[in-house]
Structure formats: C-alpha cells, structure tokens
C-alpha cells in the first residue's frame, strides 16, 4: 500500500476534529476524500503532510511510519491547495525554482518550463504571486505540486477557481500521471460530478469520522439506503447535509 491510515484522531481539549478514521491508497489509485465542511478532511491532509500530530493513531506511507521517515517521505509526495497561497513577493518562476531546489528536481528550469506550459500559466513566469487571480493561483499551485513527479499527490480542491475547460485539462493532467507514472492520488472537492468520473474510490467523513467507503456507487447506495445503477454522489452529499441543518 502506498498509504496506509490507522485509528487517526485528533482531538483540541474537548473538540474532536477527527475520530477513529482508518482507509488505505493502492498505487494508481485516485480516491476522494469527501464530506461537508468541518467534516475533518482538511485536519486528515494536515496529519498526513505531518503539520498537524495526531492525537492517536498511525499514518505509514509506502509502508514506512511518517513519523519516523518524514523528510524522506517528503521528498516522495506532494500536495496542493487554493487555500494555501505561495510567497506573495516572489514571482511564480522565484517561487517555483525555491521548491525545485527543496525537492531536489533535476533539471529544474526545464521541468518548471514543462509545468507552466501544461497548465497554461507560461505568460505569467514573471508576474508576482500577489497580482494573479483567484484561478491562476490554483494552476500554478498544481504546478508546485508535480514538479518532483511525486508518487502520492495529495490535493485539496484541485479544480477551484478554473472555468471548465482549464478543470477539464487538469483531470486530464492528472488522469495521465497515474497511467503513465502510477501516481497515486488523495483529492478532496465539493465538485460531485468531477469526483465520480475521476476518482476509483471515496472516504465520505462526517463530524469527524468515516461513515461510507467504496465506489462512487456503492456510497451512493450505502448513505441513500436505496437500490441505485448510477453513482449520485451529489444527492449523497446533499443528503449529509440536511441531516446536518435537521440536527437538534
């Protein structure tokens, strides 16, 4: 297993932001991690990257403790959000040469040039992080997050902010690095639809915890309690929700 999740739980006093999740990622595969806002997604992605320490629980990553291997496991991932904004003063060719040098990318300028070019953000090599615009922020940092071809990509929202066609071509992108490299990838999204057609499996969290795991049709029947031939995920994700709003 590429990643390997275990009882992870992170607890502030007396909030518990995660409780008791466990899931496992095979090489190639693409599996979203989905669930309403406040779900304990984003507390998951940040106990896998190591910047948050879990409470309990253990996280192994191509079948080593993250925390005894951190920086070697490190130089292996990658990961990505919109929320996450690079160094506003730098332009997006400074700030995309300091992470080539961090992950120690061969022929950095060249695979800097490949990305920019990939995700159609090459005119703006020389443009401060500050002036882009919400969508150009994203492309560029999908760009940070392939430059070590990295084994497992983690993303948050990878397609916020672009119009369909650029999300089109970045499921594209993303579609090609696990066919041709067996890159394994963690998304989240609020994107229902992109999430069926791109992702083999999903973990559905919910206050914290994992209350479906499987294909995009076997959550859809399992949170609907209902006979379906179709993935919903969209119902599925509304339906959470309204049991949230009902919630005394």
């Known amino acids: 297993m590429v990643l390997e999740v275990k009882h992870l739980s992170k607890r502030y006093g007396a909030l518990t932001a ?3 999740v466990s899931f496992s990622l095979a090489q190639g595969e693409i599996l979203g991690l989905l669930g309403p806002n406040g ?17 309990a629980g253990e996280v192994r990553v191509f079948g080593l403790r993250f925390c005894d291997y951190r920086k070697h496991i490190l130089q292996l991932i990658n990961f990505t959000s919109p929320y996450v904004s690079l160094p506003l003063r730098l332009t997006v060719m400074e700030n995309l040469r300091v992470f080539a040098r961090l992950y120690n990318v061969e022929h950095p300028q060249k695979r800097i040039d490949e990305l920019l070019e990939l995700f159609g953000v090459g005119a703006l090599r020389n443009q401060p992080v500050a002036r882009l615009s919400s969508g150009e922020n994203t492309r560029v940092g999908l760009c940070k997050a392939m430059l070590n071809n990295p084994r497992l990509l983690l993303l948050d929202e990878p397609t916020a902010s672009l119009d369909p066609e650029i999300a089109w071509q970045v499921k594209q992108v993303l579609l090609q690095a696990q066919r041709e490299f067996g890159t394994t990838i963690l998304c989240t999204s609020h994107n229902m639809l992109e999430v069926e057609r791109l992702c083999n499996r999903i973990v559905f969290m919910h206050h914290g915890r994992v209350i479906a795991q499987g294909s995009p049709i076997e959550i859809t029947r399992a949170i609907l309690k209902e006979e379906r031939s179709e993935p919903a995920l969209e119902e599925v994700f509304l339906r959470v929700a309204r049991l949230e709003e009902s919630a005394p």
């Open 18 to 20: 995660v409780e008791d």
């Open 39 to 55: 779900a304990g997604k984003s507390t998951t992605i940040h106990m896998l990257l190591g910047l948050i320490t879990p409470s």
